[in-house]
């Protein structure tokens, strides 16, 4: 089964060309041309034209943007780290956690778009020998990061026992509960690290979701480091209350 690429440039959501996108142009173009045989393509070469084919995809780039801070070189960056047969789990960046997550898992609407998406530009680049062989890589890669976030998990809630028995069920004065589900996907983590940003030494924020955000979590450290006070309130299966503090 042949699946086709559209390729699709909406001016409006990107008013100001940016030299990104300029260079993105002309390769749009190419790989709209169908390829009799795939090309020799170095990892920066091809890396690039995974790149262009994100930018070109509305809602790809539209969450590309958000996660990466409206940085394009970051995310080109990005994907010459995971494109790169050498490259191993060890130090790579939240932004290539995030955009493996959504090659590989299929999770949420982002996911189930930018997979099948991500595939089918590789075929078109590379034939399928050579998709094959990258995706075997690209996915061993995210399950690498899978085990070590499983790992790093089950060090975090052995030191948070401790919390979690102390923790009340209930809210605490000055605590805010924020239902995880009623806000749009696109922006959940942007709201909730200014929400946690902004509390005031004696608040709290309580979120509660459908499964362990241990996502949120890794970026709040990153950002807040020690500061980030996180205690669990309820663990699964089917719901997770975590209790929020920015400690001073």
């Not at 390729?7 to 709209?32: F, G, K, N, Y």
């Not at 608040?203 to 020690?226: K, M, N, W, Y």
Request: aromatic fraction near 4%.
């Amino acid at each position: 089964m042949t699946i086709s690429v559209r390729m699709e440039i909406q001016t409006s959501s990107h008013p100001t060309r940016t030299p990104a996108l300029s260079r993105t142009l002309p390769v749009l173009m190419a790989m709209d041309q169908k390829l009799e045989a795939p090309a020799e393509l170095s990892t920066a070469d091809l890396a690039f034209r995974v790149f262009a084919a994100f930018r070109a995809h509305p809602h790809v780039s539209n969450v590309l943007t958000h996660i990466s801070r409206a940085n394009w070189n970051h995310v080109e960056r990005a994907l010459n780290d995971i494109l790169d047969p050498g490259t191993t789990s060890e130090a790579l960046s939240p932004l290539v956690h995030n955009i493996l997550d959504l090659m590989c898992a299929e999770r949420g609407v982002t996911g189930r778009i930018l997979k099948p998406y991500f595939h089918a530009v590789l075929h078109r680049l590379l034939g399928p020998t050579g998709t094959d062989r990258l995706i075997r890589h690209v996915e061993t890669l995210h399950a690498d990061l899978e085990r070590k976030d499983r790992t790093t998990d089950a060090g975090h809630r052995t030191a948070d026992h401790l919390n979690r028995r102390s923790a009340m069920n209930g809210t605490v004065a000055g605590e805010r509960v924020i239902n995880v589900a009623d806000i749009d996907p696109q922006h959940r983590h942007t709201i909730l690290l200014r929400l946690f940003e902004h509390l005031a030494p004696d608040q709290s924020l309580q979120i509660v979701v459908d499964h362990d955000p241990r996502r949120l979590r890794a970026q709040l450290e990153t950002h807040f480091g020690s500061r980030c006070g996180w205690s669990y309130l309820e663990q699964g299966p089917d719901l997770w209350r975590i209790r929020l503090r920015l400690l001073t």
